[in-house]
């Protein structure tokens, strides 16, 4: 039996909402937020450096973007319903990640997309897996901080 298209639609919708929650949370620091749009046993993967469980991903998070300063763009999903509580997600991505320095800024516009699985806990969509693909980084004025960490 197939989904109602009303419903397939509504689901959509959820996932959309969840994602531009999550980059919402993300830029304005709202860490115990943004925990709330994860799966308790989420897995993440940023440029490499990977967070598995909910609680992981927060504390690598915040401990790397609290500092930064942020805006993250997320359009053009491609949603694809895998089942009544699975789906999945492709979202093109612009990101502006700049570093606390003096002078000119430091940091990066970065381009890519986004690759999610969502999987509905409690009722509610949640986010289960978030892979970020960058396809291009182009620095800000002040060049790539020569030591982030």
Known sequence: MTTPAPDRLADIEALKQLK????????????????TVFTDDAHMDIDGFGSDGGDAIIAFMSGVLTPLRTVHHGHMPEITLTGPDTAT?????????????????????????????????DGTWRIASTTVARLRIDPLPGGLPQNPA
């Open 20 to 35: 531009a929650r999550y980059f919402r949370y993300m830029d304005t620091k709202d860490w115990a937020a943004l925990r």
């Open 89 to 121: 997600g492709i979202w093109a991505m612009f990101d502006y990640v700049q570093f606390p320095a003096d002078g000119a800024p430091q940091g990066f516009h970065g381009y890519g997309h986004y690759h999610d699985e969502y999987r509905k806990q």
